[in-house]
T-cell receptor, first 114, second 113 residues
Framework: ELKVEQNPLFLSMQEGKNYTIYCNYS?????LYWYRQDPGKSLESLFVLLSNGAVKQEGRLMASLDTKARLSTLHITAAVHDLSATYFC??????????????FGTGTRLQVTL | NAGVTQTPKFQVLKTGQSMTLQCAQDMNHEYMSWYRQDPGMGLRLIHY???????DQGEVPNGYNVSRSTTEDFPLRLLSAAPSQTSVYFCASSLGRPNSPLHFGNGTRLTVT
């Protein structure tokens, strides 16, 4: 069975702190995507990781991909309240080479408190 | 640039009724897909299309039909609604290249009573 597991499922952190969200998947793939979803809203693309060792950074968020470990991480540096959202990783589990058939993790709900 | 447009935003159906969720994109994307989002389960792929005239099943296709007569439109039909189909439905599209992520519509919240 194709699985994408995220942990933690819920994360409450104080402003200014650092933390990492983990995304493990059950098959070989070198294409992984990170999305953000605000409550009641659509999903917004954050990062596209296309190879082993890929690292992408945008503001306080940094994503990396280790295809050998089947692991991606989303690191949050000095969290601010505006980062409060649910974060999803999604994997091209069948190696289609596209985003046509993604398998999503269950999401990590991040709450940043003042 | 409208992106991916879904209608309606909200819908309430009675068990056994049928309806069509509309999805249109204006980005000339070849790939389109439908996902449903349920609490604690992430998003699950219902059906997808790699181009006009080509559709295929995803992880949870039962009870749903799709067609792709044009590049722009990808409607999702519920044949006979069931309470288990209560969910938020997202349509998405992409260029179909590895570095092209999915672009999502704003979703349709469907309740089946």
């Amino acid at each position: 069975e194709l699985k994408v597991e995220q942990n933690p499922l819920f994360l409450s952190m104080q402003e200014g702190k650092n933390y990492t969200i983990y995304c493990n998947y059950s098959t070989t793939s070198d294409r992984l995507y990170w999305y953000r979803q605000d409550p009641g809203k659509s999903l917004e693309s954050l990062f596209v990781l296309l190879s082993n060792g890929a690292v992408k950074q945008e503001g306080r968020l940094m994503a990396s991909l280790d295809t050998k470990a089947r692991l991606s991480t989303l690191h949050i540096t000095a969290a601010v309240h505006d980062l409060s959202a649910t974060y999803f990783c999604a994997v091209d589990m069948e190696n289609t080479g596209t985003a046509s058939k993604l398998t999503f993790g269950t999401g990590t709900r991040l709450q940043v408190t003042l | 640039n409208a992106g991916v447009t879904q209608t309606p935003k909200f819908q309430v159906l009675k068990t056994g009724q049928s309806m069509t969720l509309q999805c249109a994109q204006d980005m000339n994307h070849e790939y389109m897909s439908w996902y449903r989002q349920d609490p604690g389960m992430g998003l699950r792929l219902i059906h997808y299309s790699v181009g006009a005239g080509i559709t295929d099943q995803g992880e949870v296709p039962n009870g749903y039909n799709v067609s792709r007569s044009t590049t722009e439109d990808f409607p999702l039909r519920l044949l006979s609604a069931a309470p288990s189909q209560t969910s938020v439905y997202f349509c998405a599209s992409s260029l179909g290249r590895p570095n092209s992520p999915l672009h999502f519509g704003n979703g349709t919240r469907l309740t089946v009573t």
